[in-house]
């Protein structure tokens, strides 16, 4: 009969590397004591790793240099955000870098959210969550809201094609449809890059 504590790591490799959680992501199997149990033993043997009070992560490898890779932030914040039912946004630099258009290594990572300011310092980097008005963080979709805090980082006139190429690489096509539809309350011409972006875009 499998043990509590091979379900639960079942549970994590199911979402893969990079994957990070708070104990109440499994409360709807297990009673808290047996959560937390399992959870501290995993992390002594190394299988998953404790990167904040209460938080683990199921860490990413590097084969080339042999050691386990910082935590995905991105991850992170979407754990709080479930943990606490927020709605959150990437804003700035983090949704520059998730897509792909800054590789810069930053110290801090800011999201937008309907939830109060709050502020973390997790290993080497800081996680801050900024109260926002439901306007910036209402999109239906992830991807909306990324596309339009990022355009919005860079400023209209550092918006090239090359950039707009770069975005359009980093969602399917199906996707603009939703996106167009999501964005029509964006400033002009934020909405102006988006509907160029899903212009361009091939079927399939």
Known sequence: MQGINDKILFRIYGHG?????????FIDEFERKQIDNALSDLAGEGKIRRIYRGLYDYPKY?????????????QVARSFARKFNWRIQPSGDAALNLLGLSTQVLGKYIYLSDGPNRTYKI???????????????GFKHRESGII????????????SPEIMDKIRKQFSSDMCPKIL????????????CIKEICREKPNG
């Open 62 to 74: 590097s084969d080339l240099l042999k050691q386990q890779l910082s935590p995905d932030f991105d």
């Open 181 to 192: 539809k999501d964005t029509k309350t964006a400033t002009g011409w934020v909405y102006d």
């Open 123 to 137: 290993l080497n980097y800081t996680l801050e969550f900024k109260k926002t008005a439901l306007k910036e963080i």
């Open 148 to 159: 339009v805090q990022a355009l919005k980082a860079l400023g209209k006139q550092r918006v």
């Open 17 to 25: 590397r990079g994957w990070a959680f708070f104990p109440n992501e």
